[in-house]
């Protein structure tokens, strides 16, 4: 998938250092086949700058534009006075100190947005002086206050493993209004997305990612298996063999299918949800060889991955009544002799044969057998991500991801969610005329369009010839990286849309996951119109 080419230096080569509990040589060493699994992830430290308690916590009394204005009604000459004078306007993510002799509780001011305010405060660990912190929560919700908590945690978010942080952060006492096992659910699965998709491929493998996935699975005692290089061609996952297999067959390059399943409150009886993410660790195109500038950012490339892995731990953490069925192909889209060719055609699982029209459309590849197999269950909902198509980020951007679905009404739900959460989608059509740019001469389906019209919508065309009529489907189009987005949320990888599929697969579980047990949304979907007619004759 061709991406923007940042601007980057390399640093002369030195050692690397190794993450907390992982060998200097990567989770895995060249030599072994099947490799020993770590018995616990990288350190997640979103959480570690929010403390239980303090025996003295300055107070942090958070404050929109127009309360400010409120507050000083009722406050000294004096003080009003020192708050003119500083130009403090309760500017989002600004501070003042205060005057020791002030009352009202407050020693420092802190500008937030109106209302509920997800990311001012994240500013505030790094430009804080180093110590703790208390909300001054007189007139805060529990939900203002669950906001706050999380941009705190995420404003302490730092890729370490490479280097150590630049200074100490502040800490904040966690406010007492607030839902402190949700926003810790939430800070644990954003920082196990970031850490995945920020680390280089060189300690980002097949493997490794495959690691990380077994070490989530432990963690909430689910139940999974890996099937690695040529056994992919006898359990019949053929194109993810396919698409992997120039890197290696064998080792911690070689393709592998990661499969977990796991049960919660719900037993046997919760709806069974399907999560498939891409996990390409690095996509070099293949012998489509990428340019330089496409390949650059190609370490994100398993960000679907990522992101339905975090989500996994979301779930399973909340302990939400659905069974839980988690796949994750995981591949190299490597250059070797080996390697599969344009033109070459392949039988995938589902006994469909697909023509090989670019071998850097091959995220959609590794996922249709994913997702075959994954269809064969009946899941009453399956959800692929993947960083698919470079089209969908010239049709919106960085920030929203494309949401394709066979459910108007799911779709919207999702889209809803998405909206309330400060987490949106955009939906595009799964437009059925453009099936015929998919056509091929010599096999039932070509894996991409020959043109450069509607990419990322033949792409989930794609998908959905694997996917069955009566199957729930909603496929994400995600970037998986964010930048110039401000405190919180540093340049880098970012499970886009989390939040909002955490919060949606909630109430979907809750209402039974069933066909009559449709999740309202608050605004209909929008249904096809006919078409007026018009008078006869020239206009």
């Given at each position: 998938m061709p991406m923007p080419r940042p601007s980057l230096r390399f640093a002369a080569t030195r050692p690397i250092p190794a993450a907390p509990g992982i060998p200097p040589g990567g989770l895995f060493q060249e030599t072994a086949p099947v490799p020993k699994q770590p018995t616990s992830l990288p350190d997640q430290s979103l959480i570690h700058h929010l403390v239980a308690r303090a025996t003295r916590a300055t107070p942090l009394l958070p404050l929109s534009e127009k309360a400010l204005a409120l507050w000083l009604k009722d406050r000294p000459a004096g003080l009003q006075a020192w708050v003119k004078a500083a130009g403090f306007t309760a500017k989002p993510g600004s501070f003042l100190l205060l005057p020791p002799e002030s009352d009202g509780g407050a020693r420092i001011l802190v500008g937030v947005e109106p209302g509920l305010d997800r990311w001012s405060l994240a500013a505030l660990p790094a430009t804080l002086p180093a110590g703790t912190y208390a909300l001054v929560e007189d007139d805060l919700t529990p939900a203002q206050c669950d906001a706050h908590a999380f941009a705190w945690g995420m404003g302490?978010?730092?890729?370490?493993?490479?280097?150590?942080?630049?200074?100490?952060?502040?800490?904040?006492?966690?406010?007492?209004?607030c839902d402190r096992a949700a926003v810790e659910r939430i800070l644990g699965a954003v920082a196990l997305g970031r850490d995945l998709i920020n680390t280089p491929a060189e300690h980002m493998g097949p493997a490794d990612l495959a690691a990380a996935v077994r070490a989530v699975a432990q963690r909430h005692k689910a139940s999974y298996s890996e099937i690695v290089g040529d056994q992919l061609l006898k359990a019949n996952y053929p194109t993810i063999h396919a698409v992997g297999r120039a890197a290696g067959t064998n080792g911690p390059r070689a393709p592998r299918l990661v499969d977990v399943s796991w049960q919660g409150s719900g037993g046997k009886q919760g709806p069974l949800l399907a999560l498939i993410g891409k996990g390409v660790c690095f996509d070099t195109g293949g012998l489509d060889l990428k340019p330089r500038g496409g390949m650059m950012m190609m370490k994100k490339d398993m960000g679907g991955a990522a992101t339905v892995l975090a989500l996994a731990q979301m779930i399973m953490a909340a302990d939400l009544p659905l069974r839980l069925r988690l796949m994750i192909p995981a591949v190299e889209n490597s250059v070797a002799g080996n390697a599969i060719r344009p033109l070459d055609v392949v039988k995938t699982r589902k006994g469909i044969t697909v023509e090989i029209n670019d071998t850097d459309a091959e995220g959609r590849l590794i996922l249709c057998d994913a997702m075959a197999e994954a269809d064969a269950q009946k899941p009453d909902l399956m959800i692929d991500m993947a960083t698919l198509t470079g089209a969908a980020r010239v049709a919106l951007g960085p920030d929203l991801p494309a949401l394709f679905a066979n459910d108007d009404d799911l779709a919207e739900a999702l889209l809803r969610h998405g909206r309330d959460a400060g987490d949106p989608f955009w939906r595009l059509p799964l437009w059925k005329p453009y099936r015929k740019m998919l056509e091929s001469k010599v096999a039932d389906i070509a894996n991409c369009e020959p043109g450069s019209f509607a990419g990322a919508i033949t792409a989930a065309l794609y998908l959905q010839e694997f996917v069955s009529p009566t199957t729930k489907w909603l496929h994400v189009d995600t970037w998986g990286w964010t930048q110039g987005?401000?405190?919180?949320?540093?340049?880098?990888?970012?499970?886009?849309?989390?939040?909002?599929?955490f919060a949606f697969i909630s109430e979907w579980a809750a209402k039974g996951g069933k066909p009559g047990a449709k999740i309202i949304a608050n605004r209909p979907a929008p249904r096809p119109r006919g078409t007026a007619k018009r008078p006869r004759g020239r206009r």
């Amino acid at each position: 998938m061709p991406m923007p080419r940042p601007s980057l230096r390399f640093a002369a080569t030195r050692p690397i250092p190794a993450a907390p509990g992982i060998p200097p040589g990567g989770l895995f060493q060249e030599t072994a086949p099947v490799p020993k699994q770590p018995t616990s992830l990288p350190d997640q430290s979103l959480i570690h700058h929010l403390v239980a308690r303090a025996t003295r916590a300055t107070p942090l009394l958070p404050l929109s534009e127009k309360a400010l204005a409120l507050w000083l009604k009722d406050r000294p000459a004096g003080l009003q006075a020192w708050v003119k004078a500083a130009g403090f306007t309760a500017k989002p993510g600004s501070f003042l100190l205060l005057p020791p002799e002030s009352d009202g509780g407050a020693r420092i001011l802190v500008g937030v947005e109106p209302g509920l305010d997800r990311w001012s405060l994240a500013a505030l660990p790094a430009t804080l002086p180093a110590g703790t912190y208390a909300l001054v929560e007189d007139d805060l919700t529990p939900a203002q206050c669950d906001a706050h908590a999380f941009a705190w945690g995420m404003g302490c978010y730092r890729f370490t493993r490479y280097r150590a942080g630049a200074r100490e952060l502040a800490r904040l006492v966690w406010p007492r209004l607030c839902d402190r096992a949700a926003v810790e659910r939430i800070l644990g699965a954003v920082a196990l997305g970031r850490d995945l998709i920020n680390t280089p491929a060189e300690h980002m493998g097949p493997a490794d990612l495959a690691a990380a996935v077994r070490a989530v699975a432990q963690r909430h005692k689910a139940s999974y298996s890996e099937i690695v290089g040529d056994q992919l061609l006898k359990a019949n996952y053929p194109t993810i063999h396919a698409v992997g297999r120039a890197a290696g067959t064998n080792g911690p390059r070689a393709p592998r299918l990661v499969d977990v399943s796991w049960q919660g409150s719900g037993g046997k009886q919760g709806p069974l949800l399907a999560l498939i993410g891409k996990g390409v660790c690095f996509d070099t195109g293949g012998l489509d060889l990428k340019p330089r500038g496409g390949m650059m950012m190609m370490k994100k490339d398993m960000g679907g991955a990522a992101t339905v892995l975090a989500l996994a731990q979301m779930i399973m953490a909340a302990d939400l009544p659905l069974r839980l069925r988690l796949m994750i192909p995981a591949v190299e889209n490597s250059v070797a002799g080996n390697a599969i060719r344009p033109l070459d055609v392949v039988k995938t699982r589902k006994g469909i044969t697909v023509e090989i029209n670019d071998t850097d459309a091959e995220g959609r590849l590794i996922l249709c057998d994913a997702m075959a197999e994954a269809d064969a269950q009946k899941p009453d909902l399956m959800i692929d991500m993947a960083t698919l198509t470079g089209a969908a980020r010239v049709a919106l951007g960085p920030d929203l991801p494309a949401l394709f679905a066979n459910d108007d009404d799911l779709a919207e739900a999702l889209l809803r969610h998405g909206r309330d959460a400060g987490d949106p989608f955009w939906r595009l059509p799964l437009w059925k005329p453009y099936r015929k740019m998919l056509e091929s001469k010599v096999a039932d389906i070509a894996n991409c369009e020959p043109g450069s019209f509607a990419g990322a919508i033949t792409a989930a065309l794609y998908l959905q010839e694997f996917v069955s009529p009566t199957t729930k489907w909603l496929h994400v189009d995600t970037w998986g990286w964010t930048q110039g987005k401000g405190a919180g949320r540093p340049d880098g990888g970012e499970p886009l849309g989390l939040r909002a599929l955490f919060a949606f697969i909630s109430e979907w579980a809750a209402k039974g996951g069933k066909p009559g047990a449709k999740i309202i949304a608050n605004r209909p979907a929008p249904r096809p119109r006919g078409t007026a007619k018009r008078p006869r004759g020239r206009r």
